[in-house]
């Protein structure tokens, strides 16, 4: 079953977002404390990332250039879903190595056909 690692401080987004990807046959492991998410990473080994930006340190960016760091998730897909909806942000989110960005509110259909999308370009 593929795995997805979803990585944001707030409780309620990782909740609906395990149950909708769930609900799509995906395996979720949720994570709420940014500084644990590449430990989990590595014990779990995601087919796909959620990650947020907007987090206690380390942030999103961090998280993302970290796991891009790490050889084992060099190709991993990261998918940034936040609020941030600014270029900068959005520039600086590729720069350090996300596949694609989605910002808060998202459309549920929307969510689940990048993450289909980004799994089936990592296979």
Known sequence: ????????????????????????????????????????????????????????????FKVCRMLREDPNFMYTPI??????DDSDSRIVAFGAGANDYLTKPFNLEELTSLTKALIDESI
């Open 1 to 60: 079953m593929t795995k997805i690692l979803i990585v944001d401080d707030d409780i309620q987004v990782t909740k609906l977002l395990g149950k909708v990807l769930s609900a799509e046959g995906y395996e979720t492991i949720a994570v709420n404390d940014s500084s644990t998410a590449i430990e989990v990473a590595v014990s779990t080994n995601p087919d796909l990332v959620i990650l947020d930006l907007m987090m206690p340190q380390p942030d999103g």
């Open 79 to 84: 998918l940034i879903v936040t609020a941030l």
